[in-house]
């Protein structure tokens, strides 16, 4: 199996509609051994989720602004492994005030929450990590992003965000590269979760994605970016670090829209 005995952190499940749930269910399929987390209320949302993956698993307390929580949560898992194979970052965040058309007017406070919540805790995770993964085997983080080279409507400072967070990772990269240690994103199409439903103008990006992925995307299915991920939190990547893997269909690679899927394709004039 892909992440036979590999041992990883997963963040941010919330219900079973969360990308992170597929990816634990996908992980745990495929032989891993994971330890997922959960903040405040939310934490049994999380472990309420939990009960619906094929294996058991515990949840622990991480609040992924606050240094102190990464802190004993790599406490937790030296005691528990010794070491740490991957790590998935899927926490994102924005008030209301900074998403739905409040770029102009969001104030820094919100705006600031935005960037410490889902850029900046790309690094510190990765910061706190370094020396349990140093110890892991071929180990790799792995964010998740959306197409931020674009303004998408009602996306305002967390487009900004996902922005920083591609950066982030690059530098990150850079820095945990010389230790072993991979650092990627998987920029996902439209997914219909809760963090998306909470986002104004959500249901207009469905159908730039049924106009123009040549692949094809269904916005319900998110088990296609869950082995995306896992790929890359596996050992059979080893020289990818840095990079920034789409899985959107082929969105991000075509200007326009496709032609009706199924219909031949006649060949050029005179062959």
């Not at 590999?6 to 597929?22: E, K, N, P």
């Not at 102009?104 to 406070?109: G, H, I, K, N, V």
């Not at 085997?137 to 996306?155: M, Q, R």
């Not at 670090?241 to 219909?263: I, N, S, W």
């Amino acid at each position: 199996m892909l992440l036979e005995g590999r041992r990883i952190l997963i963040t941010g499940v919330l219900d079973t509609r969360s990308i992170a749930f597929h990816v634990a269910r996908e992980a745990q399929e495929q032989g891993a051994e994971i330890v997922l987390t959960g903040f405040g209320r939310g934490r049994r949302l999380t472990e309420r989720a939990a009960t619906r993956l094929p294996g058991p698993v515990d949840v622990l307390e991480l609040d992924v602004t606050d240094d102190a929580h990464v802190a004993a949560v790599a406490a937790d898992l030296g005691r528990r492994w010794g070491a740490l194979d991957g790590v998935l970052h899927a926490v994102a965040f924005a008030p209301d005030t900074a998403l739905g058309g409040g770029f102009l007017t969001a104030p820094w406070s919100d705006v600031a929450t935005a960037v410490h919540v889902s850029t900046y805790s790309l690094v510190a995770l990765g910061r706190g990590f370094a020396d349990l993964l140093a110890a892991g085997d071929a180990p790799s983080v792995v964010g998740l992003d959306f197409d931020a080279t674009v303004a998408w409507p009602g996306y305002d400072w967390m487009g900004v965000a996902k922005a920083g967070l591609e950066s982030a990772s690059r530098y990150l990269a850079r820095d945990l590269g010389p230790r072993g240690i991979r650092v990627n994103l998987v920029a996902a199409g439209p997914l219909h979760t809760i963090a998306a439903h909470g986002i104004a103008g959500f249901e207009t990006f469905e159908p730039v994605w049924e106009e123009r992925a040549p692949l094809g995307w269904d916005a319900r299915d998110a088990t296609p970016v869950a082995r995306t991920v896992c790929a890359l939190l596996s050992t059979w990547m080893p020289g990818v670090t840095g990079e920034l893997v789409h899985c959107d269909g082929g969105v991000h690679a075509v200007g326009a829209g496709m032609p009706d899927r199924g219909a031949e394709v006649s060949p050029p004039a005179g062959t």
